[in-house]
């Protein structure tokens, strides 16, 4: 299902960017950065009819960079019960419940939740593009597209006069400032790029997981042995070091030897006083494959002619050695940057980031924080925006508290704030008048039945790509507040759907516009090749 949305969004960048190599384009909005929160306004911006003003640019190659590349290589630390979510994806058509039933789940199905929620969406997105520059161009006294000019590393320009940034957590990055240890740090980057199925001796946890990813896919077999007997240190108490643990634990042999500097806790006890449960299951190998006790942070990395690792810890500068090492320290926000260039030139002056205050119903206050905007000293008022991850904890200590998960980053604290952005950049409940409208009308077409490829999916995952593809193509028609009923099945060799719920007129409209789009159409007669009947309810 991942493959086949990711391919289809492929096509969707490879047009937008045939076009924006022979001429500029201009958008009212533009957002930068495709992730889980660049899904969620460029949902909400769909579902007010607002698809069109929007151009999303994401220098990745598909959704959630972090969670789609990183394949099933992590569990996810927002949890899933029978009764409650902390994956809150609001507009999507899908859930992370009709993925999976483990209480974390993996990180390729928050992935494929925020690719749903982007193709249905349907908002241009152009993948493979890294935004570097953002300049004003009011400030420059010549008439312009935009507002806003901004230039990709590949030299495309994109005009618009309001700018979103959904960059993440940012880049990782190591917080070790020693130069010998950065230099090992930088040549295993660069050797990763040219070669990703390989360890190296300094890995970001980034890193480490893609080839993690590589060999749970079959496509990697060598590193296996490499870790056999191996001493391995991780750099970090946060969750990517625990994930890192995690899997050298479950997906590697047991005689790795993990050295986890920064960790004090030196006992199964001592270890779960200091974390809450979801990483519960590391704590009987504290003390045995998982040696901790190491306090104060990493200062120094060099190499050693025994082809190991020197690190150098602690305010008594401490050493140890391992054969490889993975850090774990942090990101570098990607907000900073890409603001240096508003005047046309880089410059010194002070940039801040302002609350945006506006209402979220799900959040039990008359107002709160939705998001930042940025504000540029001796600059007029910029129409720059910040959300998710990168505008930083947004949730008040009060809110945070009150949530289940109690990370300020997590998706239950900032899903519906990302969402609300979009309500106030369009203005609040301003959706377009239904153009399709309700009725007790039933309304079928039949189609001829063509052989095709069946699709290798379960019977779940394509009742879900039905979903992900009927609510894109007829959101594009305004539904009515209550949506509609689809129901489809095959009859004498022919596909037979019927459109419940509309009016005469609006039916056939519906009807018209599932048969012009093939590849819903598509979808529909694979489902209804493996059930009787298809019956799917459509939301506004």
């Known amino acids: 299902m991942h493959d086949y949305l990711s391919e289809k969004i492929l096509r969707q960048s490879s047009k937008i960017e045939s076009k924006l190599l022979t001429e500029n384009s201009y958008s009212p909005v533009v957002i930068i950065g495709n992730g889980l929160h660049g899904s969620l306004f460029n949902n909400r911006a769909g579902l007010l009819g607002q698809a069109k003003s929007v151009l999303a640019i994401d220098a990745g190659h598909q959704i959630s960079k972090v969670f789609g590349d990183l394949g099933g290589s992590f569990l996810i630390n927002s949890r899933e019960t029978p009764t409650e979510s902390t994956n809150i994806f609001p507009g999507s058509p899908v859930a992370m419940k009709d993925f999976t039933s483990a209480m974390f789940a993996n990180s390729i199905h928050m992935g494929l939740l925020a690719t749903v929620t982007q193709r249905t969406s349907s908002v241009p997105l152009l993948l493979g593009h890294k935004v570097t520059s953002i300049v004003d161009t009011s400030l420059e006294g010549q008439p312009s597209q935009g507002r806003y000019r901004l230039t990709t590393e590949k030299g495309l320009t994109v005009y618009t006069d309001k700018v979103v940034l959904a960059t993440g957590l940012g880049s990782p990055s190591s917080k070790v400032k020693d130069p010998g240890f950065q230099k090992l740090l930088a040549q295993s980057e660069r050797l990763h790029l040219e070669a990703p199925e390989k360890l190296y001796p300094v ?228 959706t377009s008048d239904s153009v399709l409208k309700t009725g007790n009308t039933l309304r079928t077409r039949r189609y001829p039945v063509h052989d095709e490829p069946l699709l290798l999916l379960d019977k779940s995952s394509l009742h879900n790509l039905l979903k992900t593809e009927a609510h894109r193509v007829l959101r594009e028609l305004q539904l009515p507040p209550n949506g509609l009923l689809l129901k489809a099945k095959i009859h004498q060799n022919q596909l037979e759907v019927s459109v419940l719920g509309l009016s005469a007129e609006s039916a056939t409209r519906a009807l018209k516009k599932i048969e012009a789009d093939k590849d819903l159409l598509g979808i529909i007669t694979q489902n209804a090749r493996r059930a009787s009947e298809v019956s799917l309810a459509i939301q506004h």
């Open 203 to 430: 890995m970001l946890v980034d890193t480490f997981l893609r080839t993690v990813t590589l060999k749970e896919t079959g496509k990697i077999k060598t590193i296996e042995t490499d870790l056999k007997n191996k001493t391995v240190a991780v750099i970090g108490v946060g969750d990517g070091a625990k994930i890192g643990i995690e899997a050298l634990l479950t997906k590697f042999d047991p005689t790795v030897k993990i050295l986890w500097l920064g960790q004090k806790a030196t006992s199964p006890e001592s270890y779960k006083e200091t974390t809450w449960f979801r990483y519960h299951g590391l704590a009987p190998e504290i003390g045995k494959r998982i040696l901790g006790g190491f306090e104060g942070h990493v200062t120094a990395g060099k190499a050693t002619p025994t082809g190991q690792i020197e690190l150098t810890y602690g305010e008594q500068n401490k050493t140890v050695l391992a054969d490889y090492v993975i850090n774990c320290t942090g990101y570098d926000n990607a907000v900073p940057p890409l603001l240096q260039n508003i005047p046309g030139k880089p410059q010194q002056a002070k940039i801040t980031l302002q609350d945006v205050e506006f209402v979220v119903p799900e959040i039990a206050a008359s107002e709160t924080i939705i998001g930042k905007k940025v504000e540029v000293e001796g600059l007029p008022a910029q129409d720059i925006f910040v959300i998710g991850p990168a505008a930083g904890a947004l949730a008040s200590p009060n809110e945070l508290n009150s949530s289940i998960t109690q990370n300020p980053v997590a998706i239950e604290n900032l899903a519906y704030r990302s969402r609300a952005m979009a309500d106030y950049l369009f203005g609040a409940n301003k």
